[in-house]
């Protein structure tokens, strides 16, 4: 399918955006949820992860590289060295699952829901829909040999969980755009674009934001001045995002059930997770109690 060239005034500053498909609300968080939400964000003890493990090493040509941002995941854990859920064929051994939402969040999460089953019918929304999935992003600057390098930034993707994708913002705005192609040596189209202000909620859904295009953080702007919780040694917080998702429940298992290979390599951030979680210390003691692999 063709895109219209992008013609007028930049869509990016909108306080609504009404695109088919594609939902920008700048103020749907109240001032007590987004209280709420950002005094449960500064409990968290968020996860430095690497790319690739000892059963998953790197394809020819990369090498093992930590992700740009500390991340946590609520529902199910995509942990980066498994591989992200990407039907059809990799659907398991991927969701392991994670601590449920908190109550505030599931209370956003029902008004998004009852939005997105107004947004999209038939194919843009898949049976047994509902958004059991939270990945949280902490952008900012990260501590490299002494020195404070910007990450804020994530590179053109598309999220293959199906159906729509909702996004709550937090902190400094972020600059979203999405782009047709990744061809080595053409210049990415934008065809939409937006920035995500403190307090917003972006939807999408449909092929068009899906299937046939990719979506990128272009940047994160540094005027607001804000610092995120939670304090970290090695990270500057300045902007969190939450992007809620679908996995079919069936394609979630706990850790105790995983493949060994997949339990080695992601027992080492179980166990990290576990220091500051009760939900993980007990997967873990199940797993134990279930009769670990010796060797
Ligand atoms: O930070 C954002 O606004 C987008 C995050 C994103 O693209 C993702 O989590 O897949």
Redesign the pocket.
């Known amino acids: 399918m063709a895109f219209p060239p992008h013609r007028g005034r930049p869509l990016a500053h909108k306080v609504r955006q009404r695109t088919p498909g594609h939902h920008y609300n700048a103020s749907f968080l109240s001032a007590a949820d987004r209280t709420e939400i950002l005094a449960w964000l500064g409990t968290l003890h968020p996860l430095w992860e690497e790319r690739y493990s000892k059963h998953f090493p790197p394809p020819p040509g990369q090498s093992q590289r930590r992700l740009l941002r500390p991340v946590y995941w609520l529902g199910n854990w995509q942990f980066a060295c498994l591989d992200y859920y990407r039907p059809p064929k990799g659907v398991l051994n991927r969701c392991v699952k994670a601590e449920p939402f908190p109550a505030v969040l599931q209370r956003q999460v029902a008004k998004i829901e009852e939005l997105a089953r107004r947004m999209f019918r038939g194919p843009d929304m898949p049976k047994g829909w509902h958004l059991n999935t939270c990945?949280v992003?902490f952008?900012g600057s990260r501590l490299e040999d002494g020195r404070w390098a910007d990450t804020a930034r994530?590179g053109e993707?598309k999220?293959f969980e199906p159906g729509p994708?909702a996004?709550l913002?937090f902190g400094e705005r972020?600059l979203?755009q999405f782009v047709t192609s990744t061809r080595p040596g053409e210049r990415d189209e934008v065809v939409l674009e937006q920035w995500?202000d403190d307090g917003s909620l972006?939807l999408f859904g449909g092929a068009r934001w899906k299937d046939q295009t990719f979506?990128?953080?272009q940047r994160v702007d540094t005027r607001a001045g804000h610092v995120m919780p939670p304090e970290l040694p090695d990270f500057r917080t300045r902007?969190i995002?939450l992007?809620f998702r679908y996995v079919p429940d069936e394609h979630v298992i706990p850790f105790a059930k995983l493949s060994p290979e997949a339990r080695e390599d992601v027992r080492p951030y179980m166990e990290t997770l576990a220091r500051g979680s009760a939900f993980f210390k007990a997967e873990l003691e199940k797993e134990q109690a279930m009769g670990r692999p010796q060797g």
């Open positions: 990945l992003n952008y994530v993707h999220d994708v996004s913002s972020a979203i995500l972006q979506h990128r953080v902007r995002n992007t």
